[in-house]
């Protein structure tokens, strides 16, 4: 009965939204992850609560049970022992929350009869702990410092972090290096143990948010720089070194919120890491950003994006910008800063005229078209759509069918079916015939078109007249030479 009681007891507190909120939004989503990667292991529920293994760097042991009504924790992680409810505790809740055929139930009597020796506890180690002298502990953790370098990495940054004179930031950069520079390749397995290495130090700096807030924007800018060249050297298919990414990103802007930088200092700083950045870092900063920057700082990005925009910007433009191999992926960085620029301030012109500087493909005109048309100017969308046809003919079918159903709108029947008619005579294939069958059926007209594809397609398949043989060919038929001023007809 008292056992039915704590299981109720657990029930009613271990909940989805409970682990959610004692975890945090980031260690709830990590746990999730655990237990869809079937990490827990060993799972147990007994009367006291819950008991299980967790896979991570290394076998976590975690513990789950009710005191008083409160959900309690326990796990020997290095977050766990700093009492902070880690994904280690979110992946045994959801794993007994969602598979339940995996939950090994010890009873009382069955403790009884079969004695299970339970793995030790956080509170014994505590315990024992506390019975030691002060040279035997500091022994201790003198030795395990120096022989596992993860754990060093988590002691030198802990005292780094509360240094009498400050922040120790060359000790942070250096934990920065030496958790995300890669030195040789990582296959996709290792990958997940890197990211590891990275969030710990993460886990470090996001503690220093509120005391030190300018700290944390240099600390986050300096793994942002290190982490874009190291993604070159690892297969991140799991995604888990764009969300480290992503993750100092945000930090970055909450410190930014608590300590406001200078609008022109933050704008150079944004600027030339969305500029340099081989994997999007800060890209769409002006707006993102938009509110701390102000008017001063959006004016300096315009500044800063405009000289780079004339210094990037080759002499010839158009088409021939393209074959000559000027542009660059620089280059495209800087067109979507001023594009967002004008963007914010509704100066459509401005949109066009950056647009116009690469009118190297057909959807760039198609752009352009759905720019006016979206500002209500139908006249400049059609001319733009017409120039772009003209310019790649059916290389681009979105592009046709804006212009198609241009020409619709304004009654321009004839000359729309003319596009679709170019359109399948330009590639006869059962899809462009069945697009010629749907714009004829639009109109009502669909027996006269079908009338002349088919006629067209019989014309295509009769074989081509061919000159009367000479008295040298019929001479080459029969094994001998053959005149040289056949050869390119028979390639043909």
Request: charged share 25%; glycine share 4%; hydrophobic share 35%.
């Amino acid at each position: 009965m008292a056992s039915k009681r704590r299981k109720d007891a657990l029930q009613a507190v271990l909940t989805r939204e409970t682990l959610q909120t004692f975890a945090g939004d980031r260690y709830f989503a990590r746990g999730e992850d655990y237990e869809r990667r079937s990490l827990v292991h060993d799972l147990y529920q007994e009367e006291e609560g819950l008991t299980a293994w967790v896979r991570g760097t290394e076998d976590y042991y975690v513990e789950l049970w009710v005191e008083e009504g409160d959900l309690q924790s326990s796990c020997n992680c290095p977050l766990g022992v700093d009492d902070i409810f880690c994904k280690h505790c979110v992946a045994v809740g959801l794993t007994w929350l969602n598979h339940p055929e995996q939950v090994k139930v010890r009873s009382s009597g069955q403790s009884a009869q079969q004695p299970v020796q339970k793995p030790v506890t956080m509170q014994e180690v505590q315990h024992y702990l506390e019975q030691q002298d002060r040279s035997t502990l500091m022994k201790w953790i003198i030795d395990r410092i120096q022989q596992d370098p993860d754990w060093k990495r988590q002691v030198f940054l802990k005292v780094a972090a509360h240094r009498s004179g400050g922040v120790d930031m060359v000790t942070f950069r250096r934990s920065l290096r030496d958790a995300i520079v890669v030195r040789g390749y990582l296959e996709w397995n290792e990958v997940y143990y890197y990211a590891e290495r990275i969030g710990v130090v993460y886990d470090s700096i996001q503690a220093l948010l509120p005391q030190y807030p300018q700290n944390v924007i240099d600390l986050c800018e300096a793994a942002i720089s290190l982490l874009g060249p190291a993604m070159n050297s690892i297969d991140d298919s799991s995604g888990d070194v764009g969300s480290c990414l992503e993750e100092f990103q945000n930090l970055h802007y909450q410190a930014c919120e608590l300590a406001p930088p200078d609008p022109v200092t933050l704008a150079n700083r944004l600027f030339n890491i969305e500029i340099e950045s081989e994997f999007g870092s800060f890209a769409n900063a002006a707006d993102i950003y938009a509110d701390l920057l102000g008017k001063t700082g959006l004016a300096c990005y315009q500044t800063l994006a405009e000289a780079k925009w004339q210094e990037l910007v080759p002499q010839t433009s158009g088409r021939s910008a393209q074959r000559s191999g000027e542009w660059n992926y620089q280059r495209s960085k800087v067109q979507r800063i001023l594009e967002t620029l004008a963007r914010r301030r509704n100066d459509l012109e401005a949109i066009v005229a950056i647009k116009q500087q690469d009118l190297s493909n057909a959807y760039a005109y198609l752009e352009i078209a759905q720019l006016y048309q979206a500002d209500g100017q139908a006249d400049r969308a059609l001319a733009w759509a017409e120039s772009g046809v003209k310019a790649f003919g059916q290389t681009h079918p979105r592009l046709r069918d804006f212009l198609i159903e241009e020409y619709h709108q304004r009654d321009r029947i004839a000359e729309a079916m003319e596009l679709v008619w170019s359109s399948f005579t330009h590639v006869p294939t059962l899809q462009s015939y069945q697009y010629l069958k749907q714009q004829a059926d639009r109109i009502k007209q669909w027996q006269h078109w079908r009338e002349q594809a088919i006629a067209w397609i019989r014309q295509q398949l009769e074989p081509a007249p061919q000159p009367a043989p000479t008295r040298q060919t019929r001479r080459s038929a029969k094994g001998r030479s053959i005149a040289p001023s056949m050869l390119p007809s028979m390639a043909s």
